[in-house]
């Protein structure tokens, strides 16, 4: 079946670069998507990839998609504060009937 | 970009009462919407796909007489927790989808619904 799989967390110093990376099962995937989840509140679409790029930025954002190996990967340059969230990876295969299916999430926490 | 609205954002209720939340689209309609259970420090788990007009989709482990799911128009779709009991407590959230398929998922701010 479908799975993606996050690391639990990461901690980076303000003003740092972070990398948070996702792997995936499904080869149908078509639209990759990062999420924020901040506390107590629903999703924030952060940015997607659809299956047949490799690069996307946007602003601070870089998402990278090795579809040889199922990775996805996102990059935050100059980490703030206020990016202290948990960050969701998720896919939409055509195998799990355009179902959303998500990772655990990665707890982002910011250090001075 | 497209807002979904939840409500009521929280809700305390005392086993054994039935609890409404609703999924409302505001600036789109949406054929299809998703409904989601999220466990402390956990990841979303799809509890049912509710299709406009018809019958919603469940997830196999998904008590379909214990959530049900109403999808009675194009911009609005609730769940009632029947019957709810602590184990119940949970945050709830919505989501709808624009277009097609593999449109994009836009997501409410969740209800967090607590059984005493």
């Known amino acids: 079946g479908e799975d993606v799989e996050q690391s639990l967390f990461l901690s980076v110093r303000e003003g740092d670069s972070s990398v948070i990376n996702c792997t995936y099962t499904?080869?149908?995937?078509?639209?990759l998507y990062w999420y924020k989840q901040e506390p107590g509140a629903g999703l924030q679409l952060l940015t997607y990839i659809f299956s047949n790029m490799d690069m996307k930025q946007d602003q601070r954002l870089t998402v990278l998609l090795n579809k040889k190996d199922k990775h996805l990967s996102l990059r935050i340059a100059d980490t703030q504060t206020g990016d202290s969230a948990i960050y969701f990876c998720a896919e939409i295969a055509y195998s799990s009937a355009s179902k959303i299916i998500f990772g655990s999430g990665t707890r982002l926490s910011i250090r001075p | 970009g497209a807002v979904v609205s939840q409500h009521p954002s929280w809700v305390i209720c005392k086993s054994g009462t039935s609890v409404k939340i609703e999924c409302r689209s505001l600036d789109f309609q949406a054929t299809t919407m998703f409904w989601y259970r999220q466990f402390p420090k956990q990841s979303l788990m799809l509890m049912a796909t509710s299709n406009e007009g018809s019958k919603a989709t469940y997830e196999q482990g998904v008590e379909k007489d214990k959530f049900l799911i109403n999808h009675a128009s194009l911009t609005l779709s609730t769940l009632t927790v029947t019957s709810a009991h602590p184990e119940d407590s949970s945050f709830y959230i919505c989501s709808a989808r624009v277009g097609s398929k593999t449109g994009e998922l836009f997501f409410g701010e969740g209800s967090r619904l607590t059984v005493l």
């Open positions: 499904d080869s149908s995937s078509t639209y």
